[in-house]
């Protein structure tokens, strides 16, 4: 073959090589290209970009607390992944994509509370239990997508060291927007969260004075029911002694001159003004006229006496019941427990001290010890101002 063919022969073929070489190197460039999109379209899968964390602005609220302060906010949502769970393609898709708060859900709830509500801890402290807060996106009509915010807590009243339910909140708003704008979600979850703390607002002054619950002082009085209007019943007055005309129940039984049938009550009575349980204490101290009894020929001032006696033991109780209420630590919680406790003391008390009386004065048949006695009930009723001091 002559040299010239050989060399055209060579370059021919090395061209050809090239091309091949050169084909097959565009080939996978577009292989590489085309695969993924292939991929997309055989599994129905739609790309979705990464959106950021919603970042909740703190805002200054229209209104400073007067009567609380949010102490506390516990998360007890059921899902705190994710408080937003939004369409992030067009409106034809319908699996959202989970975005959270910047920070955290409860992170991102209690620094916007710190920020936006003025905290003042001489006030009464509000806790907030967080159940729900959450937007949920849906395909929407003529390619938009629409939005529902809700929002759900309780909110309760730290007093004495326990919490005390107030009421249950829940609200929500609903928004539509354009698929490629997401600017409407910050501000909606913000205005349903304010709105909740609003609302809070709203109702604690409202309640705050006149809501057992919130009340922040506990004041208690007594009062002594004497109005002898019933046939019945003589109430113990100072200046109504004992009269044999009282006892109406005939004649006593196991030989005694007399007996007297005393006994106590009490009326508790609650409201509350400003924030202060105002509690009165109404006492009636008083006998059953037809349970009391005498005999014809016991009647003489001795015998009354004693019986009078009896009825000032069941006042001197009462006067002690009042000396525990006032030195008992009452609590705001709990005071009507208490309150009755005492009164089962004073039941206690009042059978242990009519009992020694009679057993000390032998039913007064011992004149010595009903003198004693005399004198030690008189000094009583003088130091309570019920009875003017012996000379």
């Known amino acids: 073959m002559p040299p010239y063919v050989q060399r055209q022969n060579t370059l021919a073929f090395n061209k050809k090589t090239k091309r091949k070489k050169a084909t097959s190197l565009l080939q996978q460039v577009l292989l590489a290209a085309v695969l993924p999109f292939l991929f997309l379209l055989t599994t129905g899968f739609q790309p979705v970009s990464p959106i950021d964390p919603i970042q909740l602005k703190a ?15 516990l998360d007890e949502r059921s899902t705190t992944k994710a408080v937003a769970f939004l369409i992030t393609g067009n409106s034809k898709s319908t699996t959202p994509q989970g975005i959270d708060l910047q920070g ?10 710190a920020e936006s509500l003025p905290r003042n801890p001489s006030l009464r402290p509000i806790q907030m239990r967080l159940k729900e807060y959450q937007v949920t996106e849906t395909p929407g009509a003529n390619g938009k997508i629409d939005g529902r915010v809700s929002i759900s807590a309780s909110f309760e009243v730290q007093r004495e060291g326990q919490m005390l ?3 249950e909140y829940k609200s929500g708003a609903r928004y539509s927007r354009p698929a490629a704008q ?20 709203l109702w604690v002054n409202q309640e705050a004075p006149y809501n057992e619950k919130l009340a922040r002082n506990l004041k208690v009085t007594f009062s002594d029911y004497t109005r002898n209007t019933e046939e019945d019943t003589l109430f113990y007055d100072v200046n109504r002694p004992l009269q044999w005309s009282d006892f109406k129940g005939g004649s006593p039984r196991g030989g005694f001159a007399a007996s007297i049938f005393p006994f106590i009550s009490n009326d508790i009575h609650a409201v509350v003004k400003n924030g202060t349980i105002y509690v009165n204490i109404q006492i009636k101290t008083y006998m059953i006229k037809s349970l009391s009894r005498s005999r014809a020929d016991a009647r003489n001032a001795y015998g009354l006496n004693h019986e009078q006696r009896h009825f000032d033991l069941v006042k001197l109780v009462t006067e002690h019941y009042k000396q525990r209420i006032r030195k008992a630590k009452l609590t705001l919680a709990d005071y009507d427990s208490m309150i009755k406790y005492q009164y089962l003391e004073e039941l206690w008390e009042l059978d242990a001290l009519q009992k020694k009386y009679d057993t000390e004065t032998n039913h007064g048949l011992n004149a010595t010890a009903q003198t004693r006695w005399n004198q030690k009930i008189e ?13």
């Open 182 to 201: 997401l600017g409407v979600v910050e501000p909606t979850l913000r205005k349903v969260l304010s709105e909740s703390l609003r609302y809070l607002d």
């Open 379 to 391: 000094e009583e009723l003088a130091s309570l101002g019920l009875r003017k001091p012996s000379l």
């Open 104 to 113: 955290g859900g409860l992170a991102a709830v209690k620094a916007y509370i």
């Open 165 to 167: 339910h107030l009421f």
């Open 59 to 73: 805002e200054p609220l229209p209104f400073t607390p007067k009567e609380f302060y949010l102490a506390e906010v």
